[in-house]
């Protein structure tokens, strides 16, 4: 049996104004749930809607992916943690030394978020990792890329509900699984491929699940979020 940890639901709140983001974010409970600040929000509303968030006692993922040269990334991270971000994330296929350069960054501030990497994105298949030069199967790269991660000595990995069994075997249960693709049972799957519920992505690993939709779309989204905690709780299989 699985148990959660403390919030494991962090909500995605992919809208495209800063407006939108903060009525959806009014109606959710920071203490029942994290968010998720990606890359349209956040070049539409800037650190002023994060440091917004964060005033109102949320926890903040600010998911960017950095993917740059070393020191580009090392001032890039210094600069979301200055912030007061609970958790950021850079692209693993920078490579190892571009990853410990993000931990070197975040180091250089003050408050000391967790540093996360992405590996492969759930977008690309086999045919497209093969275009650009990436032989092995989504999943073996996917295991390359989390040890790597574990080697810059980051805290853990975005990845797919699928890996996380494999990933906690290789690199132990302190190393954070973040995943997406979450759809309650009987909720709308949307353009998602692959997908599981909470309860059997808690069940298969995962730390924190990142859900958008069937909480941001719904009547009301603090009802949706309690309804999917409640079945964490009740029913953890
Ligand atoms: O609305 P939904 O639950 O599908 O939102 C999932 C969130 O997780 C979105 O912000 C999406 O960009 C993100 N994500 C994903 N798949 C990945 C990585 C991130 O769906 N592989």
Not at 183 to 194: L, N, T
Not at 197 to 223: C, D, F, K, N
Request: hydrophobic residues 45%; contains cysteine.
């Amino acid at each position: 049996m699985s148990h959660p940890v403390h919030k494991p639901v962090i909500v995605a709140l992919d809208f495209p104004t800063a407006d939108a983001a903060l009525a959806l974010a009014q109606q959710l409970d920071p203490n029942e749930c994290r968010v998720k600040v990606g890359k349209e929000l956040f070049t539409r509303a800037g650190p002023q809607l994060v440091e917004k968030l964060i005033a109102q006692d949320f926890d903040v993922f600010l998911d960017l992916k950095f993917h740059d040269i070393p020191n580009t990334v090392a001032a890039a991270c210094h600069a979301a943690a200055d912030m007061g971000v609970w958790m950021l994330n850079v692209h693993g296929l920078g490579g190892l030394r571009m990853m410990m350069a993000a931990r070197d960054g975040i180091e250089r501030s003050s408050h000391r978020p967790l540093l996360i990497a992405v590996t492969i994105l759930t977008s690309m298949q086999s045919a497209d990792l093969v275009g650009v030069g990436l032989y092995s199967s989504p999943k073996d790269n996917v295991r390359r890329l989390a040890k790597l991660a574990n080697k810059a000595e980051l805290d853990g990995v975005v990845c797919s509900p699928e890996e996380t069994e494999i990933l906690k075997a290789e690199l132990g249960d302190k190393f954070i699984l973040v995943t997406p693709g979450i759809r309650p049972a009987g909720s709308v799957r949307h353009d998602q491929q692959r997908i599981t519920t909470p309860e059997q992505a808690i069940a298969q690993g995962s730390h924190y699940l990142v859900i958008g939709r069937p909480i941001t779309e719904a009547p009301e989204p603090m009802a949706a979020l309690e309804a999917i905690q409640t079945r964490l709780i009740v029913n953890p299989t």
